[in-house]
């Protein structure tokens, strides 16, 4: 399908060709059982050893990870229960960066927050499918709204408690920009999870970096 897509990181509009996954398959596809996420947990020690060999002494001097971990070893549970800070959902607002077709929504929607505000550049089909699964499966409010993630003033200063993205920050052109907008709308004591391939430097917004 062709289509019109502007860039997160407010390049100028681009022309490209995309197939729209269906949501509830990619939702099944990133659950992993009970006993898998068990194992992982008990492998990490030994994951954390291996995936460090291939990091300069350079990068793990520098941002001094706790640990480094591939895909495989941070299933999509685990990667929501770290998102949260391992803390109870319950009356919390989530924003989600770069949604896409709603899948990871729903995947937070299992934690049963208060509310999910999805954001993506343009409109997905499947998004009231979400909604309605989200309410009816778990009672979770869903908002979703097409919008570059560097301009949500229709979101308030200090109202939401977690700003989170998965494999969307690495696309951005302008960092900086669409940090000051997540610290804009995010709580004193708000979380920022992004896993895959993004980090920052606390209160240096310029020197926000793409690993």
Not at 104 to 125: K, N, Q, Y
Not at 130 to 135: K, L, M, N, P, S
Not at 162 to 186: K, N, Q, W, Y
Not at 187 to 197: A, N
């Amino acid at each position: 399908m062709p289509a019109v897509v502007p860039d997160h990181g407010c390049q100028e509009n681009k022309v490209t060709d995309f197939n729209i996954t269906d949501w509830q398959a990619q939702l099944m596809q990133g659950r992993s059982g009970r006993m898998k996420e068990v194992l992982y947990k008990l492998a990490r020690p030994l994951l954390n050893i291996s995936v460090r060999r291939h990091l300069s002494k350079e990068s793990l001097d520098h941002f001094r990870p706790d640990l480094v971990l591939p895909e495989r070893g941070f299933p999509l549970a685990t990667r929501r229960k770290w998102g949260s800070g391992f803390q109870s959902l319950a009356g919390k607002t989530i924003l989600v960066q770069g949604v896409g077709n709603g899948w990871d929504v729903a995947s937070w929607a299992e934690f049963r927050p208060d509310t999910i505000i999805g954001i993506d550049l343009f409109e997905f089909p499947s998004w009231p499918e979400v909604r309605e699964y989200a309410a009816k499966e778990y009672g979770v409010k869903v908002e979703f709204k097409a919008s570059p993630l560097h301009k949500l003033n229709f979101i308030a200063d200090r109202s939401v408690d977690i700003c989170a993205s998965d494999a969307v920050f690495e696309h951005i052109d302008d960092m900086p920009a669409v940090m000051r907008e997540t610290f804009r709308i995010l709580k004193d004591e708000g979380l920022v999870p992004c896993p895959k391939r993004i980090t920052y430097k606390s209160g240096n917004l310029s020197q926000a970096t793409c690993i």
